[in-house]
């Protein structure tokens, strides 16, 4: 399967990573590349099989519903590139 | 003179001369950090933690007076691939997106081996966010592997993802190194430098603490320069985690007890979809040099079919990138790491789309967006699902021959020695993913693989070979690659030019 300028455009901006204009042509060409390589996966009988969840057949460890950490706004907020006021700050959202 | 030779001590050897009280873990951590500064040119370690090394040093001496109980990897001296998260040092998994990040939490693993008398050395270089064969990805410049062809100072790539590691424990400048392996990363570095490098299985190590790649392929593993390191680190990075739902709470085995160098009758499988068009003759002469030594060893040598092999690497890169623009979704210039310059008038939306892209290198950017759309609305049937299904057709190839009696299963670690830095630059990006064809298999059933160093190729480079063990029997697989080991008898080192 080929992948045209139009949807390498729309992957870039679904996975907020900016792509220029004039790079989106090698892009597409890129991903066709990686495509038809994933593609050989079509010759695969795969009727009846499960996809699988994980490897390990085993049942996800459980834990009692209580607090086990907090009070540790100064830490968490220690690496924000921009922090106020004990919050993250980011450009206004609601106009 | 004899300083300068502890950085290259194996871990069993300089354990043994500690407890001794032949030398003192701060002798070996200033052997170590000397032979890191003189070592600049190999580009291995990228953040230095001296004082960090001297405490612990410190503190491992006073446990070696203290008492006869003191563990394995009492002062120790190790490097941590950048993709750990080590308190308060930075960890930036070799990415500008998580340039200043210094975590206020310790990983599982790293804390381990601090509890167990380790000391740490510093952070070691590796693909940016583990996407990578060649450590070429890396925000730091890529480590260089301290192997050369004879005659020939063309630089070549340590591999990767875990490069640094791999250059670091291969040129002497620690006497271990963390790696991490989601296709490849642990077994192929070790292959390219001559060293050994488990893969445990699936659950073994937890993840907590680790920068994720692909959570459902994504394990820790030891790098070291014997099998018997392999077992002794191990054992004290792995271990129940309740900070990790899929870490496995199994006790840990004495993996070194495993060591018996008995394999008589053990059922050695020889796959036979591994035997590839192309493949250059020496890695096909090594692999039968292998079994003839197990075999030599008393093992029972089979031939055995691993049907669903040829769609091991596609469905990898499926469910990898799928995995990645999930977990990376995540680095978005809010709570950590690089956040873009924004101009009047750009909103949150600019600022993602522009954090991501001057964040994140070509590789990264590619992999996030083929996972955004291999699950993106009308093709994740097609695409990730299918891949699931074929991963658990790949699972049940595995499952079968180990029904059938087979206990390990011996195939090349790579399909070729080191190749040159910026060798595969003008390759497209799939060539470069065909280093994993050997290892990725393991990563999708979440089994062990261990791969070790068993000649040279005519240019002088060292080769290694795998072997594949059943779940959570790391123990008889460390055992098996012992008998390897031996018989291999690997001895070159590269010849210092740095």
Known sequence: MSIDTETAR?????????????????????????????????????????????????????RKDVVTDGNRQEEILANAPDAREGFFAVPKVVE | MMTDALNTLTIHEARDKLRAGEITAAELTEACLSAIEAAGALNAF????????????????????????????????????????????????????????????????????????????????????????????????????????????TPLSPGGSSGGSAAAVAAGLCLGATGTDTGGSIRQPAAFTGITGLKPTYGRCSRWGIIAFASSLDQAGPM????????????????????????????????EAALTGDIRGKKIGIPREYRLDGMPDEIEKLWRQGAEMLRDAGAE???????????????????????????????????????????????????????????????????????????????????????????????RDFEQVFAEGVEAILTPATPSAAFGIGEMADADPVKMYLNDVFTVTVNLAGLPGISLPAGLDAQGLPLGLQLIGRPWEEGDLLNIAQALESRAAFVARPEKWW
Not at chain 1, 22 to 43: D, K, M, T, V
Not at chain 2, 125 to 148: I, K, L, Q
Not at chain 2, 359 to 381: I, K, W
Request: hydrophobic share 40%; glycine share 8%; net charge negative.
């Open chain 2, 224 to 255: 070291t320069r014997d099998v018997r390191d392999a077992a002794i680190m191990l054992g004290a990075m792995c271990g129940p985690d309740d900070k990790d739902s899929t870490c496995a709470d199994l006790p840990v085995p004495d993996f």
């Open chain 2, 46 to 153: 990228v953040h230095l933690t001296p004082e960090i090394a001297r405490a612990q040093a410190k503190a491992a001496d006073q446990r070696l007076r203290e008492g006869e109980d003191a563990p394995a990897l009492t002062g120790i001296p190790l490097g941590i691939k950048d993709l750990f998260c080590t308190r308060g040092v930075p960890s930036q998994a070799a990415s500008a997106i998580l340039k200043g990040f210094k975590p206020g939490y310790e990983s599982t693993v790293t804390q381990n081996l601090w509890d167990a008398g380790a000391v740490m050395l510093g952070k070691l270089n590796m693909d940016e966010f583990a996407m990578g064969s060649s450590n070429e990805t890396s925000t730091y410049g890529h480590a260089v592997n301290p192997w050369r062809r004879a005659g020939d100072d």
């Open chain 2, 301 to 395: 040598i089979v031939d055995i079919s691993l049907p669903h092999t040829k769609y091991a690497l596609p469905a990898y890169y499926v469910i990898a990138p799928a995995e990645a623009s999930s977990n990376l979704a995540r680095y978005d210039g809010v709570r950590y790491g690089h956040r873009a310059r924004l101009e009047a008038g750009e909103g949150i939306v600019e600022m993602y789309e522009k954090t991501r892209a001057e964040g994140f290198g070509d590789e990264v950017q590619r992999r996030v967006m083929v996972g955004t759309y291999v699950l993106s609305a009308g093709f994740y049937d097609a695409y990730y699902n299918r891949a699931r299904r074929v991963r658990a057709l790949i699972k």
């Open chain 1, 10 to 62: 729309k992957v870039a901006h679904l996975a907020r990573i900016r792509v220029e204009e004039e790079r989106l042509p090698a892009l597409a060409q890129e991903f066709s590349a990686i495509l038809g390589f994933i593609e050989e996966l079509n010759e695969v009988d795969v009727e009846g099989v499960e996809p699988m969840v994980s490897v390990s057949p085993m049942r996800l460890k459980r």
